[in-house]
């Protein structure tokens, strides 16, 4: 590799990309509107419910019900009505997003057997957001029924009135279950992909598309030389952008940072080498710009899907799983938690290291293979 032309390269490339707005736009704004928006918008939390009451009890008891699930904060007693058909429709119609029957005798029975059923139906078109409505009307139910039945219970049943376990919970690494928490590092994760592979590929299909990559192949540089001054800037960019997200990230949603950053930013770097050898192949097969685009947003919605962003790994099917390891996303956002959240160190992460390592040479050898072949 000659050196100095690639100094030179390397200063022209820079050059380049300083003077193309758009490619700025990409590489500063972009990034960071995507993060404060996705922090905010990407979260499974439900933060207000909308309840349809169906009382057929009406009595203190079913108010103080309905009074405690909406003094939680996470429900709203929207509508109500004696009619279950009523509720249903409005459920039909998306007005609500559960339903809470009490059936007659809910009081009598609690201060009779100290047991009493309500029925909660959700609507489960949204299947993870109807299972956090569950989780959270099933906690306030218990601690209700518990406080109810202490009241109700009179002379030697007192003593054992409430639940017969005293279940005490405790988030580790994330105490107040702050979803923001678990998603912002698998964000900066996706957009550190972003600048890495569709910036990468479209950089060079820009190259081919004005003519000027033909006249490079007839010059002295050599093909590592053009290579390494197209990738360098991008991988470099790309580090600055994750420091600026992990500010972000720290400062306006409140990210813990318990591990070290020097972890973070050796795992980058090595990810990185992969990230950008997918770019590099990808400009081999597109032979213009909308269609690196088109290619790199398929391989990363894979990506993202095999990741773990939106659902664990381990819930996924047995191959799902096996092809999962292959993607160097999934690697790189569990030691993104894991550092950030958990204080991971190198040894705690150095599986996921070693699989970046492996993936990224074996991904940027393949791609420079492939880029030789074209050139030649």
């Known amino acids: 590799m000659n050196l100095r032309a690639l100094r030179f390269l390397l200063r022209k490339e820079f050059l380049q990309i300083r003077r193309d707005h758009v490619i700025l736009g990409m590489l500063f704004m972009m990034p960071v509107v995507q993060l404060l928006l996705l922090g905010s918008a990407a979260t499974f939390e439900v933060r207000l419910a909308r309840m349809y009451v169906v009382d057929h009890d009406r009595s203190a008891a079913s108010r103080g019900l309905v009074d405690r699930l909406a003094a939680s904060g996470r429900f709203v007693a929207s509508e109500a009505s004696a009619s279950v ?22 009081e009598r029975d609690l201060a009779r057997d100290r047991r009493g059923s309500v029925q909660l139906i959700l609507n489960a078109e949204d299947g993870a957001a109807a299972g956090v409505i569950r989780s959270y009307a099933g906690r306030i139910l218990r601690s209700y029924s518990a406080e109810l039945g202490a009241e109700l219970a009179v002379g030697a049943d007192a003593a054992s009135a409430g639940p017969a376990i005293d279940v005490r919970q405790r988030g580790w690494y994330n105490a107040e279950l702050e979803y923001r928490d678990y998603m912002v590092p698998a964000i900066l994760v996706v957009l550190v ?18 003519g000027t990559l033909e006249q490079l192949n ?9 290579i390494a001054a197209k990738l360098i800037p991008l991988w470099s960019l790309a580090l600055l952008d994750l420091a600026i997200g992990l500010a972000i990230a720290h400062v306006a949603f409140g990210v813990p940072v318990r591990g070290s950053l020097l972890v973070v930013f050796l795992a980058a ?12 192949w990808i400009s081999t097969v597109a ?11 398929s391989i990363m919605m894979v990506y993202m899907l095999m990741s773990g962003l939106f659902t664990p790994v381990r819930a996924m099917p047995g191959w799902a799983q096996m092809v999962a390891q292959l993607s160097p996303v999934m690697h790189f956002t569990h030691l993104m938690r894991a550092v ?35 050139a030649a």
């Open 269 to 280: 770097a090595i990810y990185l080498v992969g990230a950008l050898g997918i770019g590099l």
């Open 218 to 226: 007839v010059t002295p540089v050599t093909p590592a030389t053009f």
């Open 85 to 106: 058909a009523l509720a249903d429709e409005a459920m039909l119609d998306r007005r609500i997003d559960v339903i809470l029957v009490v059936p007659r005798g809910f």
């Open 193 to 210: 992909t972003m600048i890495g592979t569709l910036l990468t590929a479209m950089n060079i299909v820009r190259e081919k598309e004005s």
């Open 340 to 374: 950030l959240l958990k204080g991971a160190g190198v040894a705690d992460v150095a599986l996921q290291l070693v699989m970046l390592g492996g993936i990224g040479l074996a991904v940027l050898a393949l791609a420079v293979r492939q880029y030789h072949k074209r």
């Open 287 to 297: 032979e213009t710009q909308q269609q690196a685009m088109f290619v790199s947003f």
